[in-house]
């Protein structure tokens, strides 16, 4: 779930045009040297210095999402939504206005792991200055005043409301329920209609003053500034913030261990399918192998077999897809698609089909053109600092390997077919796996 806080205004939007042109013309680094340290505060710092801007990203990710709701379901992302729309000094207008003057942008996201705010700024000495010295007092004077409280909530409420009456969502919460039970994961992450009736303004500034603390925040800073300016500009984001206490660990969920079927009615024209069950934690070994298989079999597009089976052959649905959401703890693996009622059976049955002729073989030249096309697209997944700074930001978060965006792209060339088939028959079992159908499959 993404929040914005603020967008660029007329008066900003001719500096980030220029900018906008520029990250056009930005190539992908050869190699991505991330450098990492804690500060004085035990936050972790994630920094990578990218000269070719006059700009800079920063995100502070706080292990505070979702999954810390604990009984109050949606707290976690109403504290995120409502983090720096005013501070004790300036109210809701006077600082969307001092971000609007320097053309800055800045928002907010919540996962079921993470809460996090960013900031993308020009780093025009003046205009870095003003954007750092605002961003850091969002971060650790956030004042949750109860007028934008009531506001926020109604919105909150209409759109849990509409969202009720959506098959996809429909679908998914009910994914995630039955795959998780009574695990963290299991609640959506904006709650729902009647867990959020017990939020109060009270309940949002004990979650703020218990996860929105150093020992609990990855730093990530990516852009024109050199390393002492980002450790200077990493300890004044701090500064304010207590220390506090880095979040405990997940429990890992426990598989549903059989095949279980959930049809939702729905008066809809299609059905909305999904063939699901619990996948891996991120960082896991095998996740190299896992992920090249899984472009083999619907993370691809058009070149994957669920396509070429379920659409091309037989066009049964305009897109077919699946893929592995790794997490804190282990995350779904989905398959989903959505078809005609009168076809949601067949495809039903082409999709058990194509997943367990896939577990059993394919053919090495589909695998090589999988790989070749992974590791030939990989620097684009790098040629902008926005993606460099998600990337860092994960890397950071999660606990993996500073070199992880030099190692990946080795692993994935070095997975053979063997690599993959084990790695799948020992994590998906297809006589084990949740489906959903809501709508009127005939």
Known sequence: MKNRIYHIPKRGMKACLVVASMLLSFSAMATVDIQSWQTTSGAKVMYVQANQLPMLDIEVAFDAGSARDADSWGVAAMTSGLLG?????LNEDQVSETFNSI????????TRDSASISIRTLTRPEIMQTALNTFETLISDTQFTKPIFDREMQRLKIGLKQKSVEPQVISNETLWKTLYGNHPYAHPTSGTLESVESITLDSLKAFYKKYYVASNAVISIVGNVNKAQAKEIAEKLMQNLPKGQKAPGLVAPKAINKHKS???DFDSTQTYYSLAQLGIERGHPDYAALFVGNHILGGSGFGSLLMEEVREKRGLVYSVYSYFAPQKVAGPFLIGLSTKNASALEADKVVRETLDGFLKDFTDEKLQAIKDNLIGGFPLRIDSNAKILGYISMIGFYG????????????IEQVT???????????IKPDEMLKIMVGKPE
């Open 85 to 89: 729309t005013a501070t004790s000094k």
């Open 103 to 110: 053309g800055a942008q800045i928002g907010s996201s919540v």
């Open 262 to 264: 959930i049809t939702i």
């Open 400 to 411: 993996l390997p500073l070199d992880y965006l030099e190692w990946f792209p080795k692993q």
């Open 417 to 427: 077919k063997e690599d993959v088939l084990e790695a799948w028959n020992m994590h």
